[in-house]
C-alpha cells in the first residue's frame, strides 16, 4: 500500500506512539508464518532492537526496549536502517500481519516519512527527516520543545483493530 504524508499529524493520526529510542546494535530477523497451499518459506522481516529514551506522545506497552522492523537499508552504512547512529525521533505503531493479528514488535509508521534522526549529539533535541528530500509535505526537522507535536489519537489495541494502513 502507499500513503501520501502530509505533515507529521497524517503520521501521528495511524501512530501509537512517539518516541526518542537509540539502537543497541543488535539485530536480528523474524520468518513471516508460511501461508497454507506455499511451496515456499517467506522472507523473514528485519528488526532493531532499541532503546526507548523518552515517550513524546501516546502509549507504549514495552519498556525498556523494543523491536522495531527496519525500515530499510541504509545507504550510508548498508546496514538495517535504524541499526547504526541515532538517537532517532520515531512515529510508531504495532507490526501487523493483517487486522487482529499482531507481528510482534513495532513498525515505523509510513516507512521512512517517521523517522527523524538526531542532527548532532551538540543538539540532543534536534532531529531531521529521513525522508524530506523525496517528501517535502514532511518538516524537514522537529526540535523537540520548540515543534508542537500533533496528539495521538490512538491505541495500540484500536490500531490493531483497525489493522494495516
Known sequence: MSREYNGIADLADIS???IIATPTGETFKRPL????GAEEQPAAV????????????GAISARGTIDVVSPGIDL???KDGLSSYGPYLLFITPAML?????????????????????T????????RS????ENRTLPESIIVGDTKLPS????????????PQ
Do not use: C, W
Request: charged fraction near 20%; glycine fraction near 14%.
Open 120 to 127: 548532532n549529539s551538540r543538539e540532543p533535541d534536534r532531529f
Open 152 to 163: 495521538i489519537t490512538h491505541t495500540e489495541e484500536e490500531l490493531l483493530e483497525i489493522g
Open 33 to 36: 508464518p508460511t501461508m497454507p
Open 130 to 133: 529521513a525522508f524530506h528530500a
Open 98 to 118: 493483517d487486522k487482529g493479528q499482531p507481528f510482534g514488535g513495532y513498525v515505523v509508521t509510513g516507512g521512512p516519512n517517521g523517522v527523524f534522526a538526531a
Open 76 to 78: 550510508t552504512t548498508g
Open 16 to 18: 501509537s506512539a512517539i
Open 46 to 57: 528485519p528488526y532493531v532492537r532499541m532503546t526507548i529514551i523518552e515517550v513524546l506522545g
